[in-house]
């Protein structure tokens, strides 16, 4: 649409107001979390709080990342988050291309079968999952917060949706010059769906970095514990130590932060293809 | 006979595909579908260290005896009935602020209003503790400014549940905005052009041909947010414990309760289940709706 009279005009100045006061609004708690941090330990507490901090200190940060299993927490989302990114992309990538590609008996049935479940509360699992974990003696282990995280079906439908885009004549053209069919995976399917495999590996390595629950249950001992697991314990244990929570909270928050508006791209892309329509 | 081996000619014909989807299904049947359906046999099980028996519906009938399941119910769905409609209507009216925007500009919003979607629960949930702290939080300090008096909008039962659905309206809906644009670039100008040329006003092009148009999205959206809303754990756990006095307990809360700090796996799995049909019905409700797509 074009701004072509005064009152338009006016329309648009006032919608841009709105929209910067509801994103100011939005990003306020973040920004309230980075001053807090920012802020000589004494002086969270005290009354009035600063919008701007007068003497800005990375004190805070320096007392986080003291504190006992803070590194090894890190270390411990990295490493997994990894894991289970790789395992993701790579069977998805492969599960995906059959499901757009190829026609099996029962083919269909198993890919309704994996739409079907996405409706399933992961919580249901949470039980069954604890127990086997406790049964193969996983609990509290890399293999009990990892293998779960593998088996998400949100990611076979994604690369499904992607991998239908692409052209069927160039997976034939591969055969004809003589490809074996894992070749025209590796060689053919796979460079061209770096796009989608983007997209996906981010939002995996996202939901991992961030997931809660799972690994609140399956670990036990603070050397095991992920980042946001220890940052919660970390808030039960100092509730008032609002400087040293925040600076773990930013510190935990950064990364993702990054990876975003590095790739900001591929998260909005995601979003749109992960749509589930009828 | 014959046919057994028509299928079995097709099964090996088709073996590569079989091979392809194969690390993928193990993974899901392992860990995805065989705990589903273990969490149903579970919900009839008593289940002790000492030894496992078969007791019918006794943990049904144990959790639905419960006064606190019942209330974990009704937050639920008060919790849902906060969130997705104000959720939705912010997302709708923003998505409608940015469209007549250049695309730079629009991206730009759409990554502002995303950006708390990156970060973990857990790290918002922090947040708003401190911005909610009775004393010394920023709400309160704000609210000073108005003569209201400090308020502990987390330690009573009358603020707890709307303080946690305000914190998830004001940080929520930057993939909702996402979506809806996308589907609003998607309607088609002369659309718009005709509506004009008809003499419409704006409101009335935004009530006439957009909101219509985006009926797919919208309860598209709606059906996602509540199975989201019905699982809401983290801010409660960081927040409130379900507290006070249950005012805050959920659904999932009250699972994770159950069966990791009273052990109780039985009544656990068996209100695992209870969440699992109440999202069910939603999930249909929303392929039946989304069965009639809108034609341009």
Redesign the interface.
Known sequence: MLVDDKKTRTGHYISFVLLLGAAALALLPLYWMVVTALQQPTLTVTFPPEWFPSNPTFLNFSRFLERPHVFRWTTNSLLISLAVTGVQVFTCAMAGYAFAKKQFPGGNFIFYLYIASMMIPGQVTLVPLFLIMSRLNFLDSYWGLILPGIAGPFGVFLMKQFLATLPTELIEAAIIDGCGEWQTFVRVILPLAKPGLAVLGIFTFMGQWNEFLWPLIVTNSSSMRTLPVGLALLQEELPMQYGLLMAGATFAAIPMIVIFLMFQKYFLKGITVGALKG | MVALRQ?GK??FK?R??????L???I??A???????A??MV?SFLD?QWWGIEFVGFANYSKVFADPIFWKAVVNTAYYTLGVVPLWLG?ALI?SA??F??RKPLQ?F????????H???????S??????Y?P??G?LN?VLGFFGVDPVAWLGNTLTAMPSLILMQV??G???SI??IS?AMNGIPTYL?EAAELDGAR?FQVFMRVTLPLLK??LL?LVVTGT?NS??V??NI??MTRGGPQFSTTTI?YM??DT??KQFQ?GP??AM??V??VL??IF?LVQ?RW??Q?VEY
């Open positions: 299928l097709r099964v088709a590569w595909a079989y091979f392809f989807i690390p993928n299904l993974f899901y392992v860990f995805f579908l065989l705990p589903v273990w969490s579970l289940y912010k923003i602020l940015i007549p925007f991206t919003f759409k990554a502002a209003f995303y950006l708390p990156v970060t973990s629960a857990v790290i918002l922090m947040i708003w503790l401190w911005i702290n004393p010394f920023l300090y004001v940080m809906g930057g993939s996402v979506l996308a718009y704006p797919p999205t598209y199975i019905f699982q754990f983290t756990y960081l999932v699972i994770y069966a990791f796996f656990a799995s695992a289940m969440l699992f999202t069910a999930a392929f989304l069965g797509e």
